[in-house]
C-alpha cells in the first residue's frame, strides 16, 4: 500500500517563494504526481517525476528522491491565483498501475 | 471543447433514491475512472475501465455499478443511496492504464439527505 504525508495548510505572500513537501511510504513506487485544485474545481496536472532530480517548468519545479521517499513542489513568484490545493500523488507500480492521492496541501496566498 | 465532461455538476436527493451521473471523454483515451473525493478532500479512485472492460474495482459497496458502453463513456449508477454517499465525485481519463496523468471532469456534488 500507499501512505503519503503533505503539510494541511500554508500560507505565503504574493510575489514569494513556496516549497510544499510530500514524503511518502510504499511498495512498488514508479514515480510521482503533483496536481493542481482550485475550490470547486477538478484536479489539474503539473508534474510528474520518475528519476531523481528537478523538472523545472516555468514558475513551478518539482524535486524528487526516491531513495528519501521525499518530493517537493516550489512555486516562484506567487500569484494570487496560485491559491489552491496541491495534490502530491504516488504512481504504485502494479499489473494496472494505481495512484493514490495525499489529501493536498491548501496554499493561501496572501497580498 | 471540454475534454472530460459530466453531468450533472449538482445532484441533491433523498435517502433511498437512485441516482445516475454520466461521463463522456473526446481525447481518445483508453482508460476511465471514477473517483470519489470526501469532505476532507481525500480523493479515493473507485473504478477504472480500460477499452471498456473493468480492471480495477476498489472497495466499494455493490449499490455502485458502473456502466461503459463504449471506451468514451463511464457511466456511474448508485443504488439505494445512504448519507455517507454525500462526496464529490470525479470522473477521469488517461491514455492507458500505465499512463497514469489524469485528466478530470469538473465533478458531480452529490448531496444525500
Known sequence: GQNIDQPTEM?????AIVQINCTYQTSGFNGLFWYQQHAGEAPTFLSYNVLDG???KGRFSSFLSRSKGYSYLLLKELQ???SASYLCVALNQG???KVTFGTGTKLQVIP | DTAVSQTPKYLVTQMGNDKSIKCEQNLGHDTMY???QDSKKFLKIMFSYNNKELIINETVPNRFSPKSPDKAHLNLHINSLELGD????FCASSQDPANEKLFFGSGTQLSVL
Do not use: F
Not at chain 2, 86 to 89: D, E, G, I, L, Q
Open chain 2, 34 to 36: 471514477w473517483y470519489k
Open chain 1, 80 to 82: 494570487m491565483k496560485d
Open chain 2, 86 to 89: 454525500s462526496a464529490v465525485y
Open chain 1, 54 to 56: 528537478l523538472e523545472e
Open chain 1, 11 to 15: 500560507t505565503a505572500t504574493e510575489g
Open chain 1, 95 to 97: 499489473g494496472y498501475q
